[in-house]
């Protein structure tokens, strides 16, 4: 599943069924009812402690929403699992395969993509091409390929698919217009589409978003999300990093607030609500 | 968007006709000058052919560099080392083998000359390979120490007397030590046409010649005929990098220099396409300097100081790094200025007032430009030591390109990194109504609501 690069819709509604045929089946199919698994892990960086001990899952077929004060460390527990930063302590399990301390493309490859919070565009290079790097596995990455006269057709064949799908991706998150654009000439909340753009073309089975919507007009961010809730009905996976609390509440089936490094509480978002605790934590108390 | 830019935009043809406009002025230049010096129909073109030679070199080389440094943002400061590399290795495996007494020293391995060529490049390759395996992992600068540390290490290592003689395959071979290395091989114009046959119709163009240089006319058709295969070099690189650069792999190095965790996390092995584009251009560039030395009967280690290896990234800043067009335009436009363009105006100069005396010392030129505000004896004196000033007149170019044109000459018109155009498919009617995809809009046109709902999976799905 993860490899391939193209998940058919039946693959993908196998995963919906599956997991609501092992919803109570605990312990025994977890790794198909929980496709990221975050064990005991913990990072510092000189004397602060960014995660510490922080444990949680995520459900298929969720959003999943990561919530915390600023500086909890949310960010860095996704540069954790996704492999941009090696944790001192703890594991991550993907589809059932420990993951940890691999390469963020290895990762990537296993179908776990994530987007950053200060939205990384490749300045010099238009949406266009932005957009064109990100499908994976690519006949033409084959340097040989490209080159080859004969075989560089195949490479045409498939970039004039990808083309395709990339304009109908720029159409829907409304950036056709700047296509041609350098990405460095994107606006904030451009940029923020773009990059959430791009991770969805690799096609990936769980999207770890940090903040996808600071900057994104309301119109937009709701269109956003009912795309987000599609996928997710089709099987796809998200966690999502907010501050925007109303945006959580009302989009999540789950929510998990961290705190200092360490998961202070987690549950549905009526759960969280009635959580003093959490509310102490937004409010500025010392916990 | 300032006015600079549309200098280059206008001429017509394009870039291709802004390297013939740029390539022809060169010539022109040079005729000009040689009928200024008085040369008579062989020294004007034994100037084109060298002329030639220097902007093929170049050319060439400013192409691979661009791989490197344009495309995938590799700080390359090592060029001379990949080049000395390539010749040796060429030489090496190419010498005939060693018969004692002979004018050689060493010999080498007696192989034919294209076996030599490619062992030169796989050479200067695996070169590249053992030094990028390391420095590749680590931030852009370590890359930078380790090439130009090489590039050295290889210079002393081919003086050093160990490597001047030793015994492979039980024949005598070396690198010659300090006092060079005699290219005795078949000269490479000679083993090409032998290997195709044209030998004798080669030897026909040479009496041919005979019509317009009566005298040993055979230097003079080897060096324009030399010329003409580098151009034909020039050519086949840019060939292949437009074609690497324009490709799914070109994409990749290119989000590779913007920002490589970005290609990383997007799922591209980053190190992998690294080693490759950097091995690709360790072996252009070991080619090059095989075609550079390969007709000039020696070669020594001290050819190979860093100062080519400058001269190479002037070259690329010149152009504009990142355009393949441009790469080729400052090969050009280095080699026939500020490479090969002091010596000439030196000579002009010499020639046109044959009677000057300049100043045999500083203080003897600087002394009656203070004492009697006679610029005279200083002007001279500078145009005296034109060629020693020579990297003084690249570094103030250096400084004025920095200022006034830090893209380069073309490095403004970004090549897109994808085998086909990138506009809207003729298939895919445009949301709003259809507008021209293929003109450039630029940004920020609000062109209505173009919500699209047949739309449903965005594309995520692929049908
Ligand atoms: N590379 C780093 N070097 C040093 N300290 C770091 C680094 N990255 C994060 N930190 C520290 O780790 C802590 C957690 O940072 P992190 O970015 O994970 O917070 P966050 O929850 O994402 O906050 P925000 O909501 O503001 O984005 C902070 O105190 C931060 O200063
Ligand atoms: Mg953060």
């Not at chain 1, 300045?123 to 932005?130: A, F, H, I, K, Q």
């Not at chain 1, 041609?180 to 791009?198: D, I, P, T, V």
């Not at chain 2, 441009?326 to 490479?339: E, N």
């Not at chain 2, 155009?421 to 995809?437: H, N, Q, T």
Request: include cysteine; charge should be negative; hydrophobic fraction near 45%.
């Amino acid at each position: 599943m993860s490899d391939a690069s193209n998940p058919s819709v039946d693959d993908v509604a196998n995963k919906v069924d599956d997991d609501a045929l092992g919803a109570f089946a605990s312990g025994v199919d977890t790794t198909e009812q929980f496709p990221l698994q975050v064990e005991g892990l913990r990072k510092s960086f000189g004397g602060i402690t960014a995660v510490d001990g922080a444990s949680f899952e995520v459900e298929a077929g969720t959003l999943t929403g990561l919530i915390g004060p600023n500086g909890a460390g949310k960010s860095t527990t996704f540069n954790l699992i996704t492999g941009m930063l090696k944790p001192d302590a703890g594991t991550v399990t993907f589809n059932g395969e420990d993951i940890t301390g691999l390469e963020p493309h290895e990762i990537a490859n296993r179908g776990m993509v994530r987007t950053f919070q200060i939205a990384r565009e490749l300045s010099d290079m238009t949406v266009l091409e932005n957009m064109m790097l990100a499908p994976k596995h690519q006949r033409g990455e084959a340097l040989w390929r490209s080159v080859t006269p004969v075989l560089r057709d195949d490479v045409r064949e498939q970039e004039e698919e990808l083309l395709e799908r990339v304009w109908e991706v720029l159409d829907f998150f409304d950036i056709d217009h700047i296509a041609h654009e350098y990405a460095g000439n994107l606006s904030g909340g451009q940029r923020k589409l773009l990059e959430m753009a791009r991770a969805l073309l690799t096609d990936p089975d769980m999207l770890l978003l940090d903040e996808p919507f600071a900057g994104v007009n309301p119109t937009l961010e709701k269109k956003l999300l009912e795309h987000v809730h599609e996928l997710r009905e089709q099987g796809y996976t998200f966690l999502l990093v907010e501050h925007d609390m109303d945006l959580i509440m009302n989009n999540c089936e789950h929510v998990i607030v961290l705190h200092q490094g360490q998961v202070l509480t987690e549950g549905t978002p009526d759960d969280i609500r009635s959580n003093e605790e959490v509310i102490e934590a937004y409010l500025g108390g010392t916990v | 968007m300032s006015v600079k830019e549309d200098i280059t935009a206008r001429v017509p043809g394009g870039d291709t006709g802004l390297i013939v406009l740029v390539l022809a002025s060169a010539y022109l230049l040079y005729l000009l000058a040689g009928i200024g010096l008085g040369y008579d129909l062989r020294g004007q073109l034994n100037s084109i052919a060298t002329l030639t030679f220097y902007i093929g070199v170049f050319a060439m080389l400013s192409l691979a560099l661009n791989l490197h440094w344009g495309y995938t943002g590799l700080f390359n400061i090592g060029i001379v080392g990949f080049m000395a590399v390539g010749v040796y290795v060429m030489a090496l495996v190419s010498k005939p083998l060693y018969v004692a007494g002979g004018a050689a020293q060493v010999g080498g391995l007696g192989l034919p000359l294209w076996v030599g060529i490619l062992a030169g490049m796989l050479a200067a390759a695996i070169l590249g390979f053992v030094v990028a395996l390391p420095a590749l992992r680590l931030r852009a600068d370590y890359l930078a120490i380790v090439t130009i540390a090489m590039s050295e290490i290889v210079r002393f290592s081919f003086l050093s007397g160990d490597l001047q003689a030793f015994s492979l395959m039980g024949t005598r071979v070396g690198f010659g030590g300090g006092s060079g290395l005699i290219l005795d091989f078949t000269p490479p114009l000679e083993a090409l046409f032998q290997a195709f046959g044209l030998w004798g119709v080669y030897n026909g163009l040479v009496d041919a010649f005979r019509a317009i240089v009566p005298t040993n006319p055979k230097p003079v058709v080897d060096g324009l005929i030399y010329g003409l295969l580098l151009l034909g070099f020039v050519v086949a690189f840019y060939w292949l990098l437009k074609r690497t650069g324009e490709s799914p792999f070109g994409r990749v190095l290119k989000a590779i220099r913007e920002d490589e965790d970005v290609a990383n996390a997007l799922g591209k092995n980053t190190d992998g396409f690294k080693i490759k584009s950097f091995m690709l251009g360790c072996a252009l560039m070991g080619l090059a300097g095989i075609l550079w030395l390969m007709p000039q009967g020696a070669v020594t280690p001290n050819f190979f100081r860093p100062r080519v290896t400058f001269f190479v990234w002037i070259a690329l800043i010149i152009g504009g790094a990142g355009s393949n067009t441009g790469s080729v335009l400052g090969g050009a436009v280095f080699a026939a200025v500020l490479y090969q363009g002091p010596r000439y105006f030196q000579n002009l100069v010499s020639t046109v007032f044959p009677n000057l005396d300049s100043p045999s010392g500083f203080g003897q030129a600087i002394s009656p430009l203070i004492s009697s505000f006679d610029p005279v004896p200083f002007l001279l004196y500078t145009i005296d030591s034109i060629r020693q000033l020579q990297l003084v007149v690249m570094g103030l170019v250096l400084i004025w390109l920095m200022h006034n044109r830090p893209e380069g000459l073309l490095g403004h018109r970004k090549e897109t990194a994808s085998v086909i155009p990138l506009s809207r498919p003729k298939s895919m009617v445009a949301a709003d109504g259809g507008a021209d995809e293929s003109v450039r809009t630029d940004g920020g046109v609000d062109e209505g609501d173009s919500t699209v709902d047949r739309e449903s999976n965005g594309g995520v799905d692929d049908e």
